[in-house]
């Protein structure tokens, strides 16, 4: 006979970003009584905006048993040129481009940079972790070279894109809202979501059974590349500058996100809604409480660091688990 307690364990590893995301509302919420308030918990939510889309894609991307670390790159890269386009800094545009219209052209920008992943990682069969550490580099390296390794202070309208309100809500959370909608029925319905399922689940298996396992791939890395391009924008409007600095290693944070929400690092398991938004949620919630206890601010990395290594051992844990159950 099985004990009602013998499936604790694996349950806590099911709603492990809840758990967590538990602890930390009691533990800050006891340090700081302004942690609790409401304007506080809506902060925390615009704030991880840019990272749970990010995680959102990357989520994608770790289904079907892959990786893109250039993720932060492409942020860069998309705030720098929307940033030179809004300021009339582009020799080829003649004057300053509205910066509805600068957005708008961002997102294929976003979705080119993640086809040359796909094509050297689908058509060329390279490995995704030695592909997306390369494209990080040079993407960064085009960003720097783009704003001179100068910050560039975007004008009031830009700024207002990310303060802007409809019926109340702060717009980043609208988007936000709109890329895990999107993503969660991408997955959940259209058959290339549920054919990303079985080939993150057995790529050999799926390849016979007649599903283009090569598309699924160029296609999952063009969606990362489309929500990084997203994120960046999203960011910039809420910070209203690009320094030298914007993106840097958000690629951990939201692959922390996307695996704290339950995704797999070898592929076939994980949900965008509500795993990874939960995910990118407690990460913010972390950062977010640091500062209003006034910890030390080295010690943010660390804690951090900690984050990841636990969203890591949570997956490892998992897997564990789940061999076990089948076995």
């Known amino acids: ?144 070279s783009i704003t001179q390794t100068r910050a560039l202070n975007l004008p009031e309208e830009f700024l207002a894109i990310g303060q802007a309100r409809i019926l109340g809500v702060p717009f980043p959370i609208l988007v936000l809202a709109a890329v895990v909608a999107a993503a969660h029925l991408f997955l959940t319905c259209a058959p290339a979501g549920r054919q990303i399922y079985a080939m993150g689940g057995n790529r050999e298996a799926a390849r016979k059974a007649g599903i283009n396992t090569r598309r699924l791939t160029a296609l999952v890395y063009v969606i990362s590349g489309l929500c990084a391009a997203v994120a960046g924008i999203v960011s910039v409007a809420q910070l209203g500058a690009v320094s030298p600095t914007f993106g840097y290693q958000r690629e951990f944070p939201a692959i922390a996100a996307a695996v704290l929400g339950g995704t797999s690092l070898l592929g076939g398991r994980g949900r965008v809604l509500p795993g990874t938004l939960f995910g990118a949620v407690l990460i913010q919630a972390i950062e977010s409480g640091l500062v209003m206890v006034n910890a030390d601010p080295y010690l943010y990395p660390v804690v951090i660091g900690a984050t990841i290594f636990a969203a890591v051992l949570v997956d490892r844990l998992r897997q564990v688990g789940g061999a076990r159950a089948r076995g």
Do not use: C, E
């Not at 809004?86 to 957005?103: F, M, R």
């Open 1 to 144: 006979m099985r004990r009602p307690w013998s499936a604790l364990p694996g349950a806590l590893l099911r709603w492990a970003p809840f758990v967590f995301l538990g602890l930390v509302v009691l533990v800050f919420g006891a340090m700081s009584r302004n942690f609790l308030t409401i304007a506080s918990l809506r902060n925390i939510l615009v704030q991880s905006s840019s990272v749970a889309i990010l995680a959102t894609g990357m989520t994608i991307v770790l289904l079907t048993g892959g990786i893109d670390i250039s993720v932060g790159a492409i942020m860069f890269l998309a705030a720098a040129i929307a940033g030179k386009l809004v300021l009339g800094q582009v020799a080829a545009v003649p004057g300053p481009v509205p910066p509805l219209a600068a957005v708008l052209l961002i997102m294929p920008l976003g979705m080119l940079f993640g086809a040359v992943n796909a094509l050297l990682i689908a058509g060329l069969g390279m490995m995704p972790f030695v592909v997306t550490l390369a494209t990080l580099f040079i993407g960064r390296g085009l960003s720097l």
